[in-house]
């Protein structure tokens, strides 16, 4: 079966620190890949999605940034965080673009 | 601007009543309409899809209709207990992935 790990859960970071969240997906190949951001009590708003390794749109023009440098890993970075960067931040899987949405357990990041 | 428009913003119904939420999309071309259910602190899960080519899809209490014409689908939920209790999103794809802004649905004893 297929299973989605995000890492960490929690993260709590200086403001001007740089950032990592980090990915994986297991049990499938090829998946398509999504970053969402979830700010407290509102919608969830779309960052990045890949379709493929290297394979990285941008949804929203930002300080952050996107990387995929193998199939089933998906990293989410910056180098210099915002106060506006704290939120929830969910991966997300998807066999095809117009198929329901797996996600991540999320990590919860406060910048302060 | 927008294309995915979803109310209520909060919805409080008394256990045991029904609760509907609505989602008002923009492209003609969307073909694939999901429900999700976020609990507070967990991540969002699919509760229920639908595709274009049908009007109605139901799975025990929960139901979700198509109505093309008009560019809106709806969420049911019959018999409502307090475990609906949650955040409801749908999303809409066309040129881009938008999940609607979220329903809170509260339970009410």
């Known amino acids: 079966s297929q299973t989605i790990h995000q890492w960490p859960a929690t993260l709590v970071q200086p403001v001007g620190s740089p950032l990592s969240l980090e990915c994986t997906v297991e049990?499938?190949?090829?998946?398509?890949l999504y970053w969402y951001r979830q700010a407290a009590g509102r919608g969830l708003q779309l960052l990045f999605y890949?379709?493929?390794?290297?394979?990285i749109s941008s949804e929203v023009p930002q300080n952050l940034s996107a990387s995929r440098p193998q199939d089933r890993q998906f990293i989410l970075s910056s180098k210099k965080l915002l106060l506006s960067d704290s939120g929830f931040y969910l991966c997300?899987?998807?066999?095809?673009?117009?198929?329901?949405?797996?996600f991540g357990p999320g990590t919860r990041l406060t910048v302060l | 601007g927008e294309n995915v428009e979803q109310h209520p913003s909060t919805l409080s119904v008394q256990e045991g009543d029904s609760a509907v939420i609505k989602c008002t999309y923009s492209?003609?071309?969307?073909?694939?309409f999901p429900w999700y259910k976020q609990e507070l602190g967990k991540r969002p899960q699919l509760i229920i899809d639908?595709?274009?080519?049908?009007g109605e899809k139901k799975d025990q209490r929960i139901a979700v209709t198509l109505n093309k014409t008009a560019k809106h689908f709806s969420l049911h939920i019959t018999e409502t207990q307090p475990e609906d209790s949650a955040v409801y999103f749908c999303?809409?794809?066309?040129?881009?992935?938008?999940f609607g802004k979220g329903t809170r649905l509260h339970i009410l004893p």
């Open positions: 997300a899987w998807s066999v095809n673009s117009g198929d329901e949405q797996f």
């Open positions: 049990g499938t190949s090829n998946p398509n």
């Open positions: 890949s379709v493929g390794i290297g394979q």
């Open positions: 492209d003609s071309a969307s073909n694939y």
């Open positions: 639908i595709r274009s080519n049908v």
């Open positions: 999303l809409n794809r066309d040129d881009k992935i938008i």
